[in-house]
Nanobody, 117 residues
Framework: QVRLVESGGGSVQAGGSLRLSCTAS????????MAWFRQAPGKERESVSI???????SYADPVKGRFTVSRDNTKNTVYLQMNSLKPEDTAVYYC???????????WGQGTQVTVSS
């Protein structure tokens, strides 16, 4: 079982930037597909970005061009650089991990991101 710990959340004004980090322990990080999800109050959890073990990335339409996901396998860490933040980006952001075609089975505790207008 992979243990994930997120950090880097906080409060920022619209237009600002934040960088989230997620550090993994246990398992083989370099073989994991990693993802960022978010859940806003009263809404369902949604996928934000995914980075495969090969480094291939994908983004949800609302964040394309503003968010960048990356990974450092030497540090067992995945990052989410968030620029041009909007109030609608306010949510708890979760890091998740999986291997192969399985579902995301390992989750972090979440980090709050609040964007004020």
């Amino acid at each position: 079982q992979v243990r994930l710990v997120e950090s880097g959340g906080g409060s920022v004004q619209a237009g600002g930037s934040l960088r989230l980090s997620c550090t993994a322990s246990g398992g083989t990080f370099s073989k994991n597909t990693m993802a960022w999800f978010r859940q806003a109050p009263g809404k369902e959890r949604e996928s934000v970005s995914i980075i495969s073990w090969t480094g291939a990335t994908s983004y949800a339409d609302p964040v394309k061009g503003r968010f960048t996901v990356s990974r450092d396998n030497t540090k067992n860490t995945v990052y989410l650089q968030m620029n041009s933040l909007k109030p609608e980006d306010t949510a708890v952001y979760y890091c998740a991990a999986k291997i192969g075609i399985t579902n995301f089975g390992s989750w972090g505790q979440g980090t709050q991101v609040t964007v004020s207008s």
